[in-house]
């Protein structure tokens, strides 16, 4: 319950910061409620946590699949984060940096998601298989990263934010459209 608490206030503290950056809680007229996420999440994640446990009894699988689903999260809030921070210290919203910003995220998330989902969503780290295991986890997700970081570079560069959206909302946005190309390619993989 710890760990699930902790990747909850993780996920929180990073989700803040992305939303904080993008404006989201004005927009939404949350101004006052800033805080929010700090419970929310990690009540989100218990609640998911025992659900998980709970439907266990009839197939064992889906207490790996609620910790998975709490690890994806918290990889999706690194990347995020780690995008619009590289955005933020560097004041460039579009143009070849933004391929780079994406290998530093998506990189960090990737390395993220190898050792939760091992250790703790799966509980594998005393399955064997290390440097074998690694490597066809880190092939897919090459795979996964040039897609990722090809679908987030090619959106923001080649195409004009729609809508009316100011270049960080379409940068963010490209993102979105990117990380769900890369689950799809990671769950196939």
Do not use: C
């Amino acid at each position: 319950m710890y760990i699930v608490i902790f990747i909850g206030l993780l996920n929180a503290v990073l989700w803040t910061f992305v939303f904080l950056r993008l404006d989201t809680f004005e927009s939404l007229g949350l101004t006052n409620y800033k805080w929010i996420l700090f419970p929310a999440i990690p009540i989100i994640f218990i609640t998911g946590h025992y659900f998980g446990v709970w439907l266990s009894r009839w197939k064992s699988f889906f207490n790996s699949l609620a910790r998975y689903a709490m690890v994806g999260f918290l990889n999706t809030a690194l990347d995020f984060a780690i995008f619009n921070l590289m955005i933020y210290l560097s004041g460039i919203e579009k143009g070849g940096e933004i391929a780079f910003f994406k290998i530093l995220s998506g990189g960090s998330a990737m390395v993220n998601s190898f050792f939760w989902n091992k250790y703790w969503s799966f509980s594998a780290g005393q399955s064997g298989g290390g440097k074998r295991e690694f490597t066809n986890y880190i092939l897919v997700s090459l795979v996964g990263a040039a897609l990722n970081i090809g679908t987030t570079s090619g959106l923001i560069n080649l195409v004009a934010p729609p809508f009316g959206l100011s270049q960080l909302s379409w940068d963010n946005v490209a993102n979105v459209i990117a990380t769900l190309t890369n689950l799809i390619w990671n769950f196939i993989g």
